[in-house]
């Protein structure tokens, strides 16, 4: 029952993220993390190209928060007119939701699951909203919005 060294393939939660080197359970790696291709055994081999996965991790993690960061500059610069029908009093039927803006941000081209999106209470009136974007890696972006009848 010893411990053997692994280096992760992927971000395993409560162990560690891509490229780090861990000290696991034997049957741990044997019985899971192996079997689901979680990990390599870190061999003499493994150790050396360890670093150069490393630096291709690093650039890759580089590349993606630039582009986080100018999808958060888009996002703050954007207004987006949600349409929608109206009763009386300029009252929703229903109310603008997480998936409407979603899709229509998807027709402008810029793609942001509706999980990413956070609005503080139900939009049910019309008038201008700011909703906050969770891009990840701690990035958050206002997203104007203006709830117009159609």
């Known amino acids: ?11 395993i939660d409560n162990l560690g993220n891509p ?4 000290s696991v359970s034997a049957g ?8 689901k291709n979680l990990c390599v055994l870190a061999g003499k081999e493994e150790l050396a190209a360890l670093e150069v996965r490393k630096e291709q991790i690093r650039k890759k993690a580089q590349k993606e928060q630039e582009h986080l960061g100018s999808l958060a500059r888009t996002l703050s610069e ?5 349409p929608v029908k109206t009763g009386e009093k300029g009252r929703l039927f229903g109310s603008v939701t997480t998936m409407h ?11 942001v699951d509706k999980k ?15 909703i906050t ?10 997203l104007k919005i203006e709830v117009v009848s159609e």
């Open 101 to 111: 803006i979603a899709e229509l941000l998807g027709q402008k081209d810029i793609q």
């Open 19 to 22: 490229g780090d080197l861990v």
């Open 78 to 82: 954007l207004s987006l007119r949600v």
């Open 28 to 35: 741990y790696a044997r019985n899971y993390l192996l079997p």
């Open 133 to 142: 974007v969770n891009l990840g890696h701690s990035l958050h972006a206002p």
């Open 116 to 130: 990413q999106l956070h609005i503080e209470s139900p939009i049910r009136e019309l008038g201008e909203y700011t």
């Open 1 to 11: 029952m010893g411990k053997t060294d692994v280096i992760l393939k992927q971000k």
